[in-house]
Nanobody, 123 residues
Framework: VQLQASGGGLVQVGGSLTLSCAAS????????IGWFRQAPGKEREFVAA???????KYTDPVKGRFTISRDNAKNTVLLQMNGLKPEDTALYYC??????????????????WGQGTLVTVSS
């Protein structure tokens, strides 16, 4: 499966963005799709995941602000980001895995990665 992330941009504090992860060459319903981000000078970290069965998982700093969803018709996974903060500034990546649900926060288990899309939150 090939993944393409899009939707990043420049937004003010408190604003919203929706990132899109479009898949080709395979169905998103067969994978867990995860979003990761890498801020300048920091390691890449898990943000959210949408499981093939519909489960969702979020890292604590984004709970209540970010929502991950899947559009089967468009073979796409979306990350709706509200209440953005400067610390959300990062390069955001989407990735696909078939690993067991308990390990979806671990990037080493993701086999397929899209290119990053940059999110910049200005204060």
């Amino acid at each position: 499966v090939q993944l393409q992330a899009s939707g990043g941009g420049l937004v003010q504090v408190g604003g919203s963005l929706t990132l899109s992860c479009a898949a080709s060459g395979g169905s998103v319903r067969r994978y867990t799709i995860g979003w990761f981000r890498q801020a300048p000078g920091k390691e890449r970290e898990f943000v959210a995941a949408f499981g093939w069965s519909g489960n969702t998982k979020y890292t604590d700093p984004v709970k209540g602000r970010f929502t991950i969803s899947r559009d089967n018709a468009k073979n796409t996974v979306l990350l709706q980001m509200n209440g953005l903060k400067p610390e959300d500034t990062a390069l955001y990546y989407c990735a696909a895995t078939t690993v067991v649900w308990g390990r979806v926060t671990e990037e080493d288990h993701y086999n397929y990665w899209g290119q990053g899309t940059l999110v910049t939150v200005s204060s």
